[in-house]
């Protein structure tokens, strides 16, 4: 008896040691936000990372971090492209109902116009984090307004090191050469892409491998954090492995069998971006913060193969509605509260990073904001299926017709242009080849009934790609607006063939 009560005590005092040291730990993490880093890539396809199958690309530091964290098999975002992908992440709004659904002008003068960039009243993510005390950071690609009142500094970036337009050459001892050979001869309008890098505002002489760069900056952010003992949010928005095609020799060395010049240009152009994680890791692991980071790691769109991208086993390229132009790969880190090792199958979508670290990090919703995605905690930390019956939406307008998208539950209706309706199980059918949109008519138009509703909250364009884009607007929706939601017309058609 006596053995047995000294044995309840024993195993009482292990047992309150145990809750003592899981109670000690809850009140020291609700102290301390977590910090959040976003590594978006340019561009990068389904299949260009290790740990969504690659055959031919390494990606050790970028597979490291997805193995102990969760991978998301059916990321989407907002849209196939770059400039109105980038306004949904930093918006939480689809860019239809934001009227930014085209990407900026390149040209330099027209992108510095007034009313090109995301419009001022849309609160960014990064304002709602910084007035809770984040230092926030932008590393690299901004395309999302050039002109003054469109700078990262205004809209909640207490930093930014980069560029402002939709992309960069990667070697600084060639385009400054290209950039003054222009200046010097007076040009009036010189190409975004070899323009001075800035830091917050004033321009700087970069010496580095841009890919090299960005990732050096991001670390230094990090370092700054800490020593203000501050949380940070920081968007790492590297330009890789966007076009140009243009990788360090040793970095295209690691790929000897990749014999496809293209391919191998851009496996190398991965191999730096994975390098300069792997940097920024050892950065996160050296000022002790490591543990209580949340790094997302997501593309901007899908990969374009005609510029040595790879997909597979998704359907089509960057720029459409098949799955390959915007299922990304993404995956989230997060050692002190994720647990390792798991996948995440169901859909979840770049609009709910917005309202995910806003809850996360106990941030307010700024006053009147509008969010169009979800919060991700349930998934992160249950594995809930948290869309379930509602849908996720892709609209890319071409000239003079859509290519439309809707994926609810496992199922997908598309279709592009004047081509039918589709329907396609995406889980089991990733690669979108056995259309299912005959044996459950019915449930294909109840789906795309409620992507013509959902068109509802469209907003006029604010800009347009040309002036003929403009006379193809109807209704303040979308071109073609009618034929494009006519299913059963549609469908007469396809089953002639
Ligand atoms: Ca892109």
Sequence with gaps: MKKMKSFNIVLGLALSIVSCGSRA?????????????????????????????SPDIITPELDKLANNGTIFTSAYVAHSFCGPSRAALMTGRYPHQVGVPFNLHSNSSEADADNMGIPTNEVFMPKALQK???YTSAIGKWHLGAAPKFHPNKRGFDNFYGFLGGGHNYFPSKYQKQYANQVNAGAKVIRDYILPLEHNGKEVKETEYITDALSREAANSIKVAAKNKKPFFIYLAYNAPHVPLEAKKEDMDVFPEIKDKDRKIYAGMVYALDRGVGKIVQTLKETNQFDNTIIVFLSDNGGNFDHGANNYPLKGTKGDTWEGGFRVPMFVHWPAKIQRGQIYKYPVSALDLYPTFLSLSKAKLPKNKTLAGKDLSKALFEGEDVYKEDMIYAVRYRHGYCDVAGRKGNLKVTRMGNEPWLLFDVEKDMGEKKNLGYRYPDKMKEMVGEIANWTQSFVKPLWYYSAMDELLWEEGRMPNFKETFEVNKLNQTASKK
Excluded: Q, R, S
């Design 25 to 53: 730990a809850e009140p020291v993490k609700k102290k301390t936000p977590p910090n959040i880093l976003v590594v978006l890539c340019d561009d990068l396809g389904y299949a260009d990372v290790g740990f969504n199958g």
């Design 132 to 134: 809770e005390g984040y």
